[in-house]
């Protein structure tokens, strides 16, 4: 009789995906890209069939960023709530392709609107984890002048996720810009002072202080790569990890 393994144990029970608005446009230069929001919902849905708890973060930039808006002369309080509301617009996206998969899915906002989605409570999201319920956090943390990737961090640790994966266009964080520099060296670790030193653009500072104060550590991986957030749970795969 042939003795059968059992699965590999993921290296994660709970983590927080970080991703940008703009990943949810694929090739077009605005909104949303349907087949795109699909593919990206098939890969969270392999990482939630290893029966890892999962949330997510999704950025704004797709549909409106406020620093942009702040920058052409609008109010930047008006601007920052203007972005906050394309991430709700994306997180109904994602929630939409993930159930049309099987996947259980609660949007939670910062900024209440009840008919659309739930408003953020912390006891009743982490039970919505436990349940293995996928947590989409939207509207950032609910105030002006903090980015999405400050929100992440603090629901990462609101959540007592043990990791952030923050997806991207690269296969992890580089000295210089690799689409810019073929000599640009990739990091497989690195430390979060480092990056604040070397100002390497992971994620804003605020957020990168956040996760070193509470000894988070953040995965940079390629979220154009098949299977490399599933891949990364199990141990394979490139990626750059960041921490203390």
């Given at each position: ?45 392999s990482v939630h069939d290893l029966g890892v708890e999962i949330c997510m973060v999704i950025g704004g930039g797709n549909i409106f960023r406020g620093l942009q ?119 497989d670790d690195i430390t979060y002072d480092d990056v604040l030193i070397k100002n390497l653009q992971v994620m804003d500072a605020s957020a990168i202080a956040l996760a070193r104060d509470n000894d988070l550590p953040i995965i940079v991986f390629s979220l154009d790569e098949p299977g490399g957030f ?15």
């Amino acid at each position: 009789m042939t003795e059968v393994s059992a699965p590999e144990k993921p290296a994660y029970k709970r983590v927080l995906l970080k991703i940008s608005g703009e990943a949810l446009m694929g090739d077009q230069g605005f909104g949303l890209h349907p087949p795109t929001v699909q593919r990206i919902a098939n890969e969270v849905k392999s990482v939630h069939d290893l029966g890892v708890e999962i949330c997510m973060v999704i950025g704004g930039g797709n549909i409106f960023r406020g620093l942009q808006g702040s920058a052409q002369g609008m109010e930047r309080t008006t601007a920052d709530y203007m972005g906050m509301l394309a991430t709700v617009m994306n997180a109904l996206a994602m929630q939409s392709a993930l159930e049309s998969l099987g996947v259980y899915t609660r949007v939670i906002s910062a900024i209440p609107m009840d008919q659309v989605c739930e408003p953020y409570i912390r006891r009743r999201a982490v039970r919505h984890l436990e349940k293995k319920r996928v947590c989409i956090f939207a509207a950032g943390t609910g105030n002006p002048y903090f980015t999405t990737d400050t929100a992440a961090t603090l629901r990462a640790n609101e959540m007592a996720c043990e990791a952030i994966f923050k997806g991207t266009k690269v296969d992890g964080v580089y000295d210089k810009d690799p689409a810019k520099h073929d000599d640009a060296v990739r990091y497989d670790d690195i430390t979060y002072d480092d990056v604040l030193i070397k100002n390497l653009q992971v994620m804003d500072a605020s957020a990168i202080a956040l996760a070193r104060d509470n000894d988070l550590p953040i995965i940079v991986f390629s979220l154009d790569e098949p299977g490399g957030f599933c891949g990364i749970l199990r141990g394979e795969g490139t990626y750059t990890s960041v921490h203390g």
